[in-house]
């Protein structure tokens, strides 16, 4: 990372770090607990670094666990998400926002094609994000990129090949029976419920 990024990527994490502070003590007066015991200052500080946007990116921070992230993942994924937004919206490149962004307007309705628009990205780059978001557990239907039948064919010869999986292998190992989309959606049901299990 060049050294301007890191400042400004240093800067972001300091920044929100003490609002992640504040959320915690809010948090704790209205139940009635000491702070700590909502998040270590340390976990904040991990969260601040990685700026965690769904469950399944906060349980990769150190001292959530799924307790805690039953109790507290809404309210401070929300913090997340509101503050990655903000910036945005401030014109400052936020890394790890192009996800969200895209999440939040499909979330809105707003078909690929028009997503893609908004954004200055290709469709395909559109459905990666969301196939991203569906892996970390957000919830889309993926039915309209891959059916049941693919799913189960494309899962079943994944064992076939190292990851991180190459789709144009996949792509080409079924003789382009299947879209890069399908594809793409099926690896990421995959991953989803490998996370699930894990939980």
């Given at each position: ?5 890191q400042?400004?990527?240093n ?57 805690k ?21 401030d ?25 893609a628009?908004?954004?200055e ?13 569906y ?34 292998e ?11 989309e ?7 049901d ?10």
């Amino acid at each position: 990372m060049h050294k301007d990024n890191q400042t400004v990527h240093n800067s972001f994490a300091t920044n929100f770090f003490d609002r992640l502070i504040a959320l915690r003590r809010t948090i704790g007066q209205k139940q009635g607990i000491p702070p700590y015991l909502i998040f270590s200052d340390a976990t904040l500080e991990q969260m601040a670094q990685k700026r965690p946007v769904t469950d399944a990116d906060l349980l990769y921070i150190s001292g959530v666990g799924e307790r805690k992230l039953q109790l507290y993942g809404d309210a401070f994924i929300g913090a997340v998400r509101e503050f990655v937004r903000k910036k945005v919206q401030d014109g400052q490149h936020v890394p790890g926002s192009t996800f969200l962004l895209t999440w939040d307007l499909f979330k809105a309705g707003r078909p690929i094609h028009e997503i893609a628009r908004i954004r200055e990205i290709s469709p395909v780059t559109v459905v990666s994000h969301l196939a991203i978001m569906y892996e970390r557990g957000e919830s889309v239907e993926i039915s309209e990129w891959v059916s049941l039948e693919a799913l189960d064919l494309i899962q079943g010869a994944l064992s076939l090949f190292a990851e991180p999986y190459q789709l144009k292998e996949i792509y080409e190992h079924f003789q382009q029976q299947f879209s890069y989309e399908a594809i793409r959606f099926a690896i990421a049901d995959a991953k989803r419920k490998e996370w699930q299990q894990r939980r």
